[in-house]
Structures are given as C-alpha cells and as structure tokens.
C-alpha cells in the first residue's frame, strides 16, 4: 500500500472508532468513573474513551507512514547493500510491541499519548501492508535475523505501473483518498480548519489531555 491508502485508511479506521467509542462512552454510567471525575482513575478500557480526548490526527497521519519514513530511507538507499529491502525493522511486530507497550505505559500514568499514536499508527500500516504474508519480517526475529531481499532495480517505476493497472494497488489508494476527503469535508464544513490544524483534533473533546 502507498501514502494516500495508509494515511487515509488509518485517519479513517480511527474516525470510525471515535464514532463507535463515543457512543459507547455514553452509555458508560457515572459509576464507571470515581467521584472526581478523574479519566486517570478509570478502570480498563474506559480510560481511553472517548478516543477523540486523546488522538492527535496529525500525529497519526505521520505515524500511519512511520514503518515507511524509517525502512525506505534505511533499506533501500542508506544501507541498500546490507538489505537491499523497504520493510525491515519498523515493519515489524516487534516495532509495534515496544512503541506500544510505553505508549501505554505513558498514557496510564502521564496521560501522554503521543507514543501510543505512533504505535497504533504503525500497527496498522502493517496491517494495511499485510505484513503476515511476509512472516520472516513480521515476526523478526522469531524466524531467524535475516531479512528477505529484493531486486531494487527500477522499483519506482514499477511502484508507478501497479498503481495505474494493478486493482490490489489502487483500489486501497481510493479508498484511503475517499476517507482523507470525508476527513477534510468534516473540518471545512464546521470551519474547525484552523482548530484541527492547530490541535490534531477533529471534534472539541469534553476535557482536555496533554500529550
Ligand atoms: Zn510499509
């Protein structure tokens, strides 16, 4: 998958979840929450209800790309003679697992959750990648420490030409574009454009979080 499918299909899945939790969150009666109303104190999986107190979208869009920003650069140019491959470390479960274990450590504790974003937005760009197709890199390094390899010889191109005629590539491109457009709509069409550039946020959250 390329930019518009991991970055529109990510901002997507969480708009999804936020409209979902949301009303979940409301059907959470006063009890679930102690007598100061403190989310810190909010046992299991309420404490990161409503998504939207916490998720900073511009953070997701670049942690949707993350596993790419790091391994393209890395496997295909710096070190293309040590990999010679675009999904190495960051594309790993591992990747996700020690991002995502302090990202909730953080988030309990400090109320930060700017590490569980990345981690979460690199979670599912590995899924969006299908990662478990390639188990050597998506179980790093159950199977062994080596990386596949690959001939990187006119991969742009190639990039290029699947996007054009392969449906596998493009179709999930489509869709992606279609949740950023839904995405920019709902910020135009509230005038919250500065607020959302400003804030990450898409919608006011009931109480404010640092992150
Ligand atoms: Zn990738």
């Known amino acids: 998958m390329f930019v518009f499918g991991h970055a529109g299909i990510t901002i997507g899945m969480a708009m999804i979840a936020d409209a979902l939790t949301s009303r979940q969150r409301a059907n959470v009666t006063?009890?679930?929450?102690?007598?100061?109303?403190?989310?810190?104190?909010?046992?299991?999986?309420?404490?990161?209800?409503?998504?939207?107190?916490?998720?900073?979208?511009?953070?997701?869009?670049?942690?949707?790309?993350?596993?790419?920003?790091?391994?393209?650069?890395?496997?295909?140019?710096?070190?293309?003679?040590?990999?010679?491959y675009g999904r190495i470390h960051a594309h790993t479960f591992l990747f996700a697992l020690i991002t995502g274990i302090p990202g909730l450590w953080l988030f309990r504790t400090r109320r930060r959750s700017w590490l569980l974003i990345l981690a979460f937005g690199s979670l599912m760009h590995d899924l969006e990648d299908q990662m478990w197709r390639w188990p050597s890199v998506m179980w790093w390094p159950l199977k062994g420490w080596a990386f596949p390899r690959e001939d990187l010889n006119g991969w742009f191109g190639n990039m290029l030409q699947a996007l054009i005629s392969d449906p596998e590539a493009f179709v999930p491109e489509l869709i992606g574009i279609g949740f950023l457009v839904f995405a920019a709509v709902r910020v135009f069409h509230t005038r919250r454009f500065l607020y959302a550039l400003k804030t990450g946020r898409l919608d006011h959250p009931a109480a404010q979080v640092t992150r």
């Open 30 to 84: 006063p009890a679930a929450t102690d007598n100061h109303g403190d989310r810190r104190s909010r046992a299991g999986w309420r404490g990161f209800l409503p998504i939207r107190e916490w998720m900073d979208y511009r953070l997701l869009l670049v942690a949707s790309l993350l596993p790419d920003i790091i391994d393209k650069p890395l496997g295909q140019a710096l070190l293309r003679d040590t990999f010679s």
